[in-house]
């Protein structure tokens, strides 16, 4: 796949810390943004952990509980 720019407006505060942590981090801000597009997309997944692993494991807690909690406690 090709790559393509993306242009959107952001708060000059908000790029100024994004771009500070990224480079604290050692990485470029686009590489920082692909990064939290993809943590998006994996949060955001119809395909959650939780519910791959729904009928493997015997809970109590409904699927929305353990997505809460898989959310809280991370990765």
């Known amino acids: 796949m ?3 720019g993306v242009y959107f407006r ?4 908000l790029l100024e810390e994004f771009t500070r942590t990224a ?18 997309l994996e949060a955001h997944s119809r ?3 939780t ?3 729904r009928g493997l ?3 109590r807690l409904s ?3 353990l997505e809460e909690a898989y959310m809280v406690h991370g990765k």
Request: proline letters at 0%; glycine letters at 6%; charged letters at 40%.
């Open 57 to 59: 494991v015997k809970s």
């Open 23 to 40: 480079r604290s981090l050692g990485m470029s801000r686009s590489e920082a943004l692909r990064r939290a597009m993809e943590l998006f």
């Open 47 to 49: 395909d959650t952990v």
């Open 51 to 53: 519910r791959r692993l």
């Open 63 to 65: 699927l929305r509980d």
């Open 10 to 13: 952001v708060d000059r505060r």
């Open 2 to 4: 090709g790559s393509v």
